[in-house]
């Protein structure tokens, strides 16, 4: 089984930052380009930053720019979301997933899981 664990959610303050890590076991994390998404209650899941195998090239939601950065460490199989400027509409669960392609289109970021499934996510709330 692929398997992308998500941590370092929490609750913070608006304006505040937490930076999100996606581990992955049972895989070469290098072998994939990796997506970032939310999903906040009753919205459908979206994509917000995405990075290639490579980690040379990056995007992000029109949302995020300018305050989220995506990064990622391939020797600890790890892919990072920076998170600063945290305002209360980034309340969300956030997800990993291995993605296939990764585009800007308009403000939005088309992009989709290459798997089926999903972890359990981590929750970012952003409430004063």
């Known amino acids: 089984q692929l398997k992308l664990v998500e941590s370092g959610g929490g609750l913070v303050q608006p304006g505040g930052s937490l930076r999100l890590s996606c581990a992955a076991s049972?895989?070469?994390?290098?072998?994939?380009?990796i997506g970032w998404f939310r999903q906040a209650p009753g919205k459908e899941r979206e994509g917000v930053s995405c990075?290639?195998?490579?980690?040379?090239?990056?995007n992000y939601a029109d949302y995020v720019k300018g305050r989220f950065t995506i990064s990622r460490d391939n020797a600890e199989n790890t892919v990072y979301l920076q998170m600063n400027s945290l305002k209360p509409e980034d309340t969300a669960v956030y997800y990993c997933?291995?993605?296939?392609?990764?585009?800007?289109?308009?403000?939005?970021?088309?992009?989709?899981?290459?798997?089926?499934?999903w972890g359990q996510g981590t929750q970012v709330t952003v409430s004063s």
């Open positions: 990075i290639s195998s490579s980690g040379v090239r990056a």
């Open positions: 997933a291995a993605i296939g392609p990764c585009r800007t289109s308009g403000t939005i970021l088309e992009v989709t899981a290459r798997f089926g499934s």
């Open positions: 049972g895989f070469t994390l290098e072998d994939y380009a």
